[in-house]
């Protein structure tokens, strides 16, 4: 198996998660040595976010048409130039900047790094690959963040950019040296009519699910998301009289496919949502650190990166179809442990395993989601089919805070008036003691947390076990989700095949 092919395009991958985590872990220490105003914190830190999700469709239709790996290496270097004029920020306004070039030089490791593998590597093999990919991630994931908070603690916020251009570089040396070149397109021309819908459709959805957090009734939810569904009707009559469409929507009628991008919305709306309860419930509950909180990820780490490693071989073996439903049922297991054994006295390593859990199902069902959607790519069209399935995967990452909150809100305040009226409290003395909780929230999508002076604020109330409780509800009814779609997994995706059969006769789609 070629190794520095995969290594290249996992450090490429990889970039893209631990750029925006690391930053939005240490935003208040930036925040407060740029002196940043409150309402652009959380531009500051979803700014690369936003870009990427209005770019990555565009990404993936300019690989295909001017060259993987060239578009893959020039994301890779202005990442790099864009993070070391970073560690040199004078004051915030530049700092924002770079971070929307950050963004853009980011789409080009979305969905590339996949597209490549899928070109780079032999059919056969291709399955253990993407689950070594996977593993590389994981591993860096879990260590990069608790190493740049004590980097951060020792010499200060600036070291937070050098991490991204380290990763580049060695994946830049790694890519140009190992990695082949992809055919192109000939006379292919790029969609931009319709690549600028598709990316104002992502766009105006990220930013209306992340107001959604806010309200639902205000016009910063609605609009927006009016907007979204206006572009993607538009796109669709548009698709349909364009005989080169950036996104061939006949790619839907593939049941493997469609199952597949569901899975991933699924496993990102999951994971993201996690990240948020366990920031809320650890520090407000359980009055845990940060420090404390970032290292529940870090437990298993290998042990999770080898089963993701073992998810490919057995995705090669076999099919999709098994590992798939086996990673969405250990995420369903992960929320279903939370909903059963949340308390205000949980024991830590409930809260270790639950994690870990959610973890392995996310890359598990991640590695078949990804095997599923490039098989399905016509020749050619690989960067484009690989960034659906991150298009889908942001808007699962857009959408988990909003539901997570909506539904914990909604819980929590059945639970504090039911308990003010057992203690004979009326609404508004209840009322003043959850203040806090509204007053605690950032304005930003995916970055809502409560004031860790809630439980102090009480007035009597018992509002940890409030808290706790409707935590509870919260997760049951969001682990339903991964158990209707490995439902839909088992109905609707092949079963295993004759290997020797399939051998003979070559990779068969389904339409």
């Keep these: 198996m070629p190794l520095p092919i995969i290594l290249g395009l996992s450090l490429a991958f990889t970039v893209t998660v631990v750029d925006p985590l690391v930053l939005s872990l240490n935003l208040p ?51 790099t130039v864009v993070n070391l004029l970073s560690v040199f920020s004078p004051g915030y306004g530049f700092l924002l900047a770079m971070r929307f070039l950050d963004g853009l030089g980011m789409t080009a490791l979305l969905g590339v790094p996949l597209a490549l593998l899928k ?78 819908l598709i990316g104002l459709v ?17 016009p910063q939810t609605w609009v927006p998301l009016v907007i979204s569904a206006v572009a993607a009707v538009l796109y669709v009559l548009h698709a349909r009289r364009t005989a080169q469409p950036a996104l061939d929507l006949a790619l839907f009628r593939s049941s493997p496919f469609s199952v ?24 407000v509950v359980l009055s845990l650190s940060p420090e404390k909180i970032g290292l529940l990820y870090l437990p298993g780490t290998l042990l999770v990166a080898g089963a993701v490693i073992l998810a490919g071989r057995l995705v090669g073996k076999y099919t999709p179809r098994p590992v798939m439903v086996t990673g969405l049922l250990t995420m369903a297991a992960s929320g279903l442990l939370l909903a059963g054994t949340a308390s205000p006295t949980m024991a830590l390593w409930l809260l270790v395993l639950a994690t870990w859990l959610c973890n392995l199902g996310a890359l ?26 991150m298009a889908f995967a942001m808007t699962g990452s857009a959408l988990g805070p909003t539901v997570y909150l909506l539904l914990f809100n909604f819980f929590f ?35 809502n947390v409560y004031d860790p002076n809630l439980l102090r604020q009480a007035s009597g109330l018992r509002l940890g076990l409030d808290f706790t409780e409707a935590l509870q509800r919260t997760m049951l009814i969001v682990s339903i989700l991964p158990l209707v779609v490995a439902g839909l997994a088992l109905a609707l995706m092949p079963r295993r095949e004759n290997p020797g059969r399939r051998a003979r006769s070559g990779p068969r789609r389904r339409r």
């Design 413 to 447: 305040q059945r639970q504090w008036l039911a308990d003010a009226a057992a203690r004979d409290l009326s609404v508004g003395e209840a009322q003043q003691a959850v203040d806090a909780v509204s007053s605690g929230m950032a304005q930003s999508p995916g970055g």
């Design 119 to 196: 070109v780079s590597v032999p059919a056969e093999q291709r399955p253990t690959a993407i689950g070594v990919l996977m593993a590389v991630e994981m591993v860096l994931c879990g260590v990069i963040p608790a190493f740049t908070g004590w980097a951060v603690a020792a010499v200060g916020w600036r070291f937070l950019f050098l991490i991204a251009p380290l990763l580049s570089l060695v994946s830049l040396w790694l890519t140009a040296r190992y990695v082949p070149k992809s055919p192109v397109q000939q006379g292919r021309r790029l969609d931009v009519a319709g690549v600028s």
């Design 364 to 389: 598990v069902t991640s590695t078949s989601v990804s095997e599923t959607v490039l098989s399905q790519a016509p020749p050619g069209h690989s960067g484009t089919v690989a960034s659906v399935q």
């Design 260 to 283: 597949a991008l569901a899975a991933a919305v699924t496993l990102n709306f999951l994971g993201v949502g996690l990240s948020l309860v366990l920031g809320q419930f650890g520090s």
């Design 202 to 218: 992502l766009v105006t959805l990220v930013v209306g699910l992340g107001a959604a957090q806010n309200g639902v009734a205000r």
């Design 29 to 79: 220490q930036v925040d407060r040595a740029l002196h940043v105003p409150p309402q652009l914190v959380g531009l500051l830190g979803g700014a690369a976010t936003l870009v990427m999700a209005a770019s990555v469709l565009a990404a993936g239709s300019l690989g295909d048409t001017f060259g993987l790996k060239r578009l893959l290496m020039l994301g890779l270097t202005v990442v």
